[in-house]
Every structure is written in C-alpha cells, then in structure tokens.
T-cell receptor
Framework: GESVGLHLPTLSVQEGDNSIINCAYS??????FIWYKQESGKGPQFIID?????DKRQGQRVTVLLNKTVKHLSLQIAATQPGDSAVYFC???????????FGAGTTVTVRA | NAGVTQTPKFRILKIGQSMTLQCTQD?????MYWYRQDPGMGLKLIYY???????DKGEVPNGYNVSRSTTEDFPLRLELAAPSQTSVYFC??????????FGQGTRLTVV
C-alpha cells in the first residue's frame, strides 16, 4: 500500500542554525498532514499540521511547507535549540479518514 | 487533564505468556488506536476503534486483540507472546480531522 516516507534518516544541526526536515508522500488522496516530535522514551507529540488547501503554515519557531505537485512536505525549525533534538515524523491521512500513516522518522541531533 | 495514559510502562514476558496493555483517555475522543514501534522505524497501526463497541484491524493485527467497552478505555491483549512482539506500544486518541494524542508508551520485551 502507499505510505509516507522520509528523505533522510539523520540530520545534524549546529545550535542556532535553521533545520529543514523533508518528507515525501505517495498517496495522492492525502489531504491532511501532521508533524510529530518524539523525544527519547516518550510518545510522539504534535508539532504542527497543514491541510491541502494551504501550502504554508507557521507556528512558534516552526513552519510547515506543502508542495502537492511533487507530494512533498517539509518542516523548518528556526534557531534550532538543544531541546529540538528528537525524532521527527510526518504523518498523513485523507480528511474524514481516521487512520494516520507514518514515515520512518528523521533523527535530529543539535550540536552545541 | 491527563490525556492518554498507558500502563504498564515496561514489561518482560516469557514466550507464550499473555498480558493486557491498558490505555485510557479523558478527552472524550471517539477514535482510539494502538501502534507498535520497532527500533528505528515509524509507527505501525495494530488496531483502531471509531467508538465504543466498534473495533477494526489495522496494518499488523496478528497476535493481538482489542475491545472497546467504553469511550475512555481501549485495552490491547496479547494472548501468546512471541519474540516478534518485542516492541514499544503506543496508544493514541483523536477526534476526526484533528491531531492524535499519544500516550507515553509501553516497552515490551518477550524472552
């Protein structure tokens, strides 16, 4: 079946720099996308979401970009901090579907 | 507001033993899920429920069972534990078209 995948399994970032985490999805019916952050030993935590009628959404220090043409999603973290070290997952579903599909995750390590 | 609570946090089982992983949520969400997460991998859906009395299989249901007698509770049952079921299990709940809230996970080892 179709599923969400991620381009890079690991990302090392200097503290204070911006991070960009990428995600490719293959289900053209997907129209709701979510980024989750998972710290070691914890469950995934919601960061930000975006619906297919938008191509950009901003939160606190985070921005999600959606390119439906190439089925690509990205998460940008501004001024990366040590507390941003975690595994980041993108997830996708179709509106009014209630099952999320998750990619394998990108491990972000912040260097001091 | 506790959110999604899972118990136990850790468990070691012997092959062939059974156990129930407990999950409860206090957000009155209709939709509840069980996922497993193997090392370095994403989350795979085991079972889900769209409301009390209704459950359905996800991507990897073999070896598991669930029930949903109340809105709040969604226990996951392992009847005959196998080493392949060594994993971290996450319960989640949500309402339609909103983000899912996850519990802290249950780390299960089958030896």
């Amino acid at each position: 079946g179709e599923s969400v995948g991620l381009h890079l399994p690991t990302l090392s970032v200097q503290e204070g720099d911006n991070s960009i985490i990428n995600c490719a999805y293959s289900n053209s019916a997907s129209d709701y996308f979510i980024w989750y952050k998972q710290e070691s030993g914890k469950g995934p935590q919601f960061i930000i979401d975006i619906r297919s009628n938008m191509d950009k959404r901003q939160g606190q220090r985070v921005t999600v970009l959606l390119n439906k043409t190439v089925k690509h999603l990205s998460l940008q973290i501004a001024a990366t901090q040590p507390g941003d070290s975690a595994v980041y997952f993108c997830a996708e579903t179709a509106l009014n579907d209630y099952k999320l599909s998750f990619g394998a995750g990108t491990t972000v390590t912040v260097r001091a | 507001n506790a959110g999604v609570t899972q118990t136990p946090k850790f468990r070691i089982l012997k092959i062939g033993q059974s156990m129930t992983l407990q999950c409860t949520q206090d957000m009155n969400h209709n939709y509840m899920y069980w996922y497993r997460q193997d090392p370095g991998m994403g989350l795979k859906l085991i079972y889900y429920s769209v409301g009390a009395g209704i459950t359905d299989k996800g991507e990897v249901p073999n070896g598991y069972n669930v029930s949903r007698s109340t809105t709040e509770d969604f226990p996951l049952r392992l009847e005959l534990a196998a080493p392949s079921q060594t994993s971290v299990y996450f319960c989640a709940s949500q309402e339609l078209n909103t983000e899912a809230f996850f519990g802290q996970g249950t780390r299960l080892t089958v030896v």
